[in-house]
């Protein structure tokens, strides 16, 4: 039989990672292996693969095959040699800078990162003395200054989170390069099927497997890709942090993954459809989504972008006092701090990714209090644009 060699991402999101696993005993799903331990009669081997000189899983907080399979189905998504995963989003995210920053270190990131990455970047690091430099998201030549005086990570997340703001993965990368930093972008917004960013130069690709690539909102997990000698020291920090996913989350990671393609592809189309239609409404002051002409970073969304993703954020007339009004009458939606799964999910980033922050400073950061986050879920379009036409007649 002739092996396809580069199977398409719908192909990959089914099939991706689990040739190893699904024979087990015949059965045609990857198994939920929930043992702790794996035993070993001959101690040769058991040491072997101890030294990882042969494969095999010795202890589930370092490796287990349910897990492992969720990581090589990420790891083919992302065009990765290898990757390794998390007890969450947070915990990928702080063990990828725990690993690579030490006291002395200095890290440029951008001022819209998710709120979470945010305090790390604000409260964490400054207190074990490593620098940080926060630039205006979209002020590529400030990032390029930040860069040029030296660093040893530079940090991104494309589309932010809720501002919907678009940076250039490319031409940050490269900058990166020249000052031989590890360039880590936070890809959760957009999904392996609408961006690749180890294709546009990053070393470090991570999400929140969370949001869509578990897409139900019944699992909580993170997972990085990367070479296998960056991943392989982040696995390493992450075996001795403890912060490992479960067997059932990763079970629940490759079967919701089975469908992310279809699934980003019905969002990327209701999102964008949505973004225009409100664009056009009265009562919408501004719309932030990066599919549309009026995005400021259109042009690099289109460049680096295969489809402009299922997360909006508008502003609508009136305040925090509208948005009261306006979200309660949403009748296919969840009120709800997450993103990504099937069905649509709003809320204001007063109460989802910037709850820690006062008023002035989600206003300092460009964040109004009239701002909703809109994630398109996956229901019929029509539906959720009568929904948000009946919701915003709710509002005078
Ligand atoms: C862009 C982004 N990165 C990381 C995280 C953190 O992920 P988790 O909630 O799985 O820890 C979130 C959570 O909303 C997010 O939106």
């Not at 095959?65 to 990420?74: L, Y």
């Not at 546009?200 to 949001?211: E, F, N, Q, T």
């Not at 020291?233 to 992310?260: N, W």
Request: glycine share 8%; charged share 20%; proline share 4%.
């Amino acid at each position: 039989m002739t092996e396809i060699k580069s199977p398409g991402k719908s192909t990959l999101c089914i099939w991706g990672g689990e040739q190893e696993y699904a024979l087990y005993e015949r059965s045609t799903q990857v198994p939920v292996v929930h043992s702790v331990s794996f035993t070993y009669d001959d101690l040769d081997t058991w040491q072997d693969v101890a030294l990882e000189k042969e494969p095999g899983h010795i202890y589930s907080r370092n490796t287990n095959p349910t897990v492992r399979a969720f990581e090589d189905k990420v790891k083919v998504l992302e065009g990765a040699e290898a990757a390794t995963s998390f007890a969450s989003g947070m915990a990928a995210i702080s063990n990828v800078l725990g690993t690579f920053l030490k006291s002395g270190d200095r890290v440029v990131s951008i001022k819209d990162s998710y709120g979470g990455t945010n305090r790390i970047f604000n409260e964490h690091l400054p207190a074990l003395s490593i620098q940080v430099a926060l630039c205006e998201t979209l002020d590529h030549e400030e990032i390029e200054t930040e860069i040029q005086k030296g660093c040893k990570v530079l940090y991104l997340e494309t589309p932010t989170n809720p501002t919907i703001k678009i940076i250039d993965i490319q031409r940050l990368a490269s900058k990166a390069k020249e000052v031989g930093a590890i360039v880590v972008v936070d890809n959760t917004f957009a999904t392996p099927i609408n961006q690749n960013p180890l294709e546009l130069g990053a070393d470090i690709v991570l999400h929140s497997a969370s949001k869509y690539l578990g897409g139900h909102a019944d699992a909580l997990g993170g997972v990085i890709c990367g070479s296998k000698s960056l991943v392989k020291q982040v696995y390493q920090y992450r075996e001795i942090d403890g912060a490992a996913m479960s067997p059932m989350d990763a079970y629940s990671f490759i079967r919701g993954m089975k469908t992310l393609k279809l699934r980003v592809e019905r969002q990327n189309d209701n999102a964008m459809q949505i973004a225009t239609w409100l664009e056009n409404h009265p009562k919408v002051d501004q719309v932030n989504y990066p599919g549309l002409v009026s995005h400021p970073n259109h042009d690099i969304a289109k460049k680096q972008m295969r489809g402009f993703g299922g997360m909006l954020s508008f502003s609508i007339n009136g305040g925090f006092d509208a948005i009261k009004k306006f979200l309660p009458a949403l009748q296919f939606a969840h009120r709800a701090a997450n993103l990504g799964c099937v069905e649509t999910v709003v809320g204001p980033p007063a109460t989802t990714s910037h709850v820690e922050c006062s008023a002035e400073e989600r206003t300092a950061a460009g964040i109004p209090e009239s701002l909703v986050r809109y994630s398109a879920g996956i229901e019929d379009l029509e539906d959720l644009i009568a929904d948000l036409e009946n919701a915003l007649s709710h509002i005078s």
